[in-house]
């Protein structure tokens, strides 16, 4: 069984501008014990991930913000549906970031889910899975995946 991933000092961050789904999904991880950078737009994702390179570059990946430095970035949740960004590219750009991403789509969007997990989404979940399930599905993505390997 996978060492869990404590959420405790970090931020995952939350890609969508559906006000009703982004709330849902914001609600979700913070029921983890994590905090939610909740973002509408592809340059505000763009802002949080140049942060936390830049943040990592300084201190370290496992810096945490008990250990004095900024929350870490956990992962990026993206909200496939989203109608003022490309949520494939947000996907992609996330994973050339180095973060890992799950993300969020129509249960029977079958051409969407699968674009998105060629962008490198670990995984693809229904809107109705992450409702119901949100908080235990953000727990076990982040203990299964455990921290990404960092390339220099």
């Given at each position: 069984?996978?060492?869990?991933?404590?959420t405790?000092?970090?931020t995952i961050a939350v890609l969508a501008d559906d006000l009703m789904w982004a709330s849902r999904l914001v609600a979700a991880v913070e029921r983890t014990g994590a905090q939610a950078a909740r973002l509408?737009?592809?340059?505000?994702l763009?802002?949080?991930?140049?942060?936390?390179?830049?943040?990592e570059a300084e201190v370290g990946?496992?810096?945490?913000?008990?250990?004095?430095?900024?929350?870490?970035?956990?992962?990026v949740v993206v909200d496939l549906g989203g109608r003022r960004y490309d949520g494939?590219?947000?996907?992609?750009?996330?994973?050339?970031?180095?973060?890992?991403v799950i993300a969020v789509a129509q249960?029977?969007?079958?051409?969407?889910?699968?674009?998105?997990?060629?962008?490198?989404?670990l995984r693809v979940f229904s809107y109705a899975k992450l409702f119901t399930?949100?908080?235990?599905?953000?727990?076990?993505?982040?203990?299964?995946?455990?921290?990404?390997?960092?390339r220099a």
């Open positions: 069984m996978a060492e869990a991933t404590s405790a000092g970090g509408s737009t592809q340059e505000q763009e802002t949080v991930l140049l942060a936390a390179s830049e943040a990946p496992e810096t945490t913000a008990a250990g004095g430095g900024q929350p870490r970035l956990l992962g494939t590219a947000a996907v992609a750009r996330a994973v050339a970031a180095r973060q890992r249960h029977d969007d079958q051409p969407t889910r699968k674009r998105a997990l060629e962008a490198g989404a399930d949100g908080p235990q599905v953000i727990e076990r993505w982040l203990a299964a995946e455990g921290p990404l390997e960092r």
